[in-house]
């Protein structure tokens, strides 16, 4: 069954520490891999976009990688506005719904 | 532009009652997708539109559940007989070819 795990759960980090998600999945042929941003009580905020292994995404602060298996979302320097939840979503090869994480809760404290 | 836009944005009902959730995409978008999220999960696809037709329903869990969008803009998401596991947050999302934009959602309280 096609599955998407990501780790960890929750991260707490120092203001301008750095670290990185992860988001593995089992899927018989992968479309495309996505990162959203979720804030209390709002919808998923759209990241990136990942199609093939090696390719890499920034935004800001954000950079997204990809593997055959696996997506890191690495965060450089957090500042406490990048705390959020972040979620990963697969979209399979001949399926059009997005099969989502149950994502990583990132906290900065200043 | 307008983002998508979802309403109520809270609801609380009684259990057995009938409630009405619509979303209204972004202008253009043709794709049209609900999602349940429950606390401490990621969104579970519900149902897919590309236009006015279900394209795929594989994700309603029951007859209880019904969406349509009549002119392939608005659509509502219709809960028969509501139960009590039935709260959670809604989500509508639109695209236009792979990705998906999502709406604040509609929180769902059945007590």
């Known amino acids: 069954e096609d599955q998407v795990t990501q780790s960890p759960e929750a991260l707490r980090l120092q203001e301008g520490e750095s670290s990185s998600l992860n988001c593995s999945y089992t899927v018989s042929g992968l479309r495309g891999l996505f990162w959203y941003r979720q804030d209390p009580g709002k919808g998923p905020e759209f990241l990136f976009t990942?199609?093939?292994a090696g390719e890499e995404k920034e935004k800001e602060r954000l950079k997204a990688t990809l593997t055959k298996k696996e997506s890191f979302l690495h965060i450089t320097a957090p500042k406490p506005e990048d705390s959020a939840t972040y979620l990963c979503?697969?979209?399979?090869?001949?399926?059009?719904?997005?099969?989502f994480g149950a994502g990583t809760t990132v906290t900065v404290r200043a | 532009g307008a983002g998508v836009s979802q309403t109520p944005s809270n609801k609380v009902t009684e259990k057995g009652k009938y409630v009405e959730l619509r979303c209204d995409p972004i202008s253009g978008h043709t794709a049209l997708y609900w999602y349940r999220q429950s606390l401490g999960q990621g969104p579970e696809f519900l149902i897919y539109?590309?236009?006015?037709?279900?394209?795929?329903d594989s994700g309603l869990p029951n007859d209880r559940f019904f969406a349509v969008r009549p002119e392939g803009s608005v659509s509502t998401l219709k809960i028969q007989r509501t139960e009590r596991g039935d709260s959670a947050v809604y989500l509508c999302?639109?695209?236009?070819?792979?990705?998906?934009?999502f709406g604040p959602g509609t929180r769902l309280l059945v007590l």
């Open positions: 999302a639109s695209g236009k070819g792979e990705t998906q934009y």
């Open positions: 990942l199609y093939s």
């Open positions: 979503a697969v979209h399979f090869r001949g399926d059009y719904k997005l099969s």
């Open positions: 539109f590309q236009g006015t037709g279900a394209a795929d």
